[in-house]
C-alpha cells in the first residue's frame, strides 16, 4: 500500500544522508527572528554542519508590544494568545519565505524547516511550586501555518519531550553544543547571553556523563527592560549608557541575594522571576535609596556579568576557555567585566569555533530538527535522550 503523500515526503527526507534546514529562534528578547539555513550531513556524534544563509529580521514595535501583552504574565488575554498562536506561526512563514528570496533560494531546495515558536510562559516546577503540577513551558507559533504556508515539512514545539523525558524543557543548547562544540584535550565553556544567560559545559575528556548545562541567570532581559523604561531604546547599543553610569553596589549585592542562585544546577529561568518588578521591590528595600537611570543600567549590566563570574567561580574553574555567543556577546561593557572578574580565563567569542554567535540558537533548532529526521537518542549528563519536535506537513 502506498504512503500518502506528505508521508512519502517524509520518508524520502529521513533516508538522506545530507540534508538542507532552516532553523528558527524568536528569543526571550524579542527583538526579532534568527533564521538559519544550514546543511547536515550524518547525524549524532557524527554529525557535521555548514551555515548557508542567516538573517535576524527585527520584529516591529506593534508586532513587539502585541506578544508583550501575554509574554511572562501569570494574567493574560486568552482570545490575544489564540490569535498570536496562529498569527506568529504565518508570520515566521512570510519572513522565511522573505529571506528565501533574498538568498534566491527555491523552497523546493529545503528540506525541513525546526521552529523553537515563541516561548510565552516557561514555569518549571521549582519555579511554580504547585502541589500535583509537573514542570511546563509554552512555545506558540503553531507548526502547521509555516508548513502550509512555505510548503516544507515543519518541526515544532521541541521543548515538551524534554519535559516529558524528565526535564525542564531548557536549556536544549547541550544537544547542539556536545555535537558541533567540543573537543577532546580542552574543556570549554559555550556561555549564551541572551535574554537569559545559559552554559554548557564541555569537559576536555568528552565523556558525556560529565557535560552539563544550565541557565545562569539574567542576560539582557533586565538591561534591555530598564533601557526601555527610562531612555526609551530596545537595548543599550555597545554598553554606552552602562559604562557613563557608576554601579550601584548596594542594589547590586542585594539583586545577587535572590533564591535562583542558591538553587543547585541543571536550573532554569525566564523574564517570569527576573523582570524588572522584582528590581524595583529590592530598591524599596533599600532605605532612602535612589538610583540615577545610567547607574541602573550600569548596575544590572554589573548584575548579568558578576552573576556569570560567581557560576564559573563555582561550578567550572576560574581558568577556563569560554566562547560566548548571544547577542550580550557584543556588550563590551558585560564582556569586559567578565574578563576582569576572571582574569584567569580566556574569553573568545564561538566565532573561532566557526560558530556564529548571533545565529547559534537557529543553528542549534535546525541541528534538533536534523536529529529528529535522522538522529538517535543520545544520554547527555542527566538530560533525558530523546528525540524531540513535533511534525506538521504541508498537505
Ligand atoms: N551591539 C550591542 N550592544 C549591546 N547589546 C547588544 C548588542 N547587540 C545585541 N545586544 C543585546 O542582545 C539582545 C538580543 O540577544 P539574543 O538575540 O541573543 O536574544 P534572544 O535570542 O532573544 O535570547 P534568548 O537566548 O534568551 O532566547 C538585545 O536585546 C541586546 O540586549
Ligand atoms: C524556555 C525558554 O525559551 N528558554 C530559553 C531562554 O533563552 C535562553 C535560556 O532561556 C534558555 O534556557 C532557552 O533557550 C535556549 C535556546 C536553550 O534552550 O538552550
Redesign the pocket.
Known sequence: MALNRNLQQLFNIAQKDNRVGVGL?S?????GL?IALCRFTGHSMQTQFELLNFV?IPYNDKFKSEIRQVFAKRQADLELLTLLNARIGRYHAELILQAFDEWKINPAEVDYIASHGQTIYHAPARQHNRTGYPDATLQIGDGDHIAVKTGIITISDFRQKHIAGGGEGAPLALYGDVLLGSKAGEGRLLL?????ANATWLPASQNLSEVFSTDIGP??TL??AACKKHFDQ??????AIALSGIVDETLLNALLQHAFFEQGLPKTTGPEVFNLAFVEQVISTLKAHEIKPADLIATLTAYTAESIAQFVSKYVSTYVNIYVS???A??PAVINYLKKRLPESKISNTNVLGINP?AK?AILFALLGNEALGGEPIAIGNNPAVLMGKFSFPY
Open positions: 529562534m528569543g526571550t528578547s524579542l527583538d534568527d535576524t549564551n547571553i541572551g535574554g537569559i542576560g539582557n538591561i534591555d530596545p537595548y543599550d547599543k555597545d554598553g548571544g547577542g550580550g557584543s556588550n548571533d540558537e
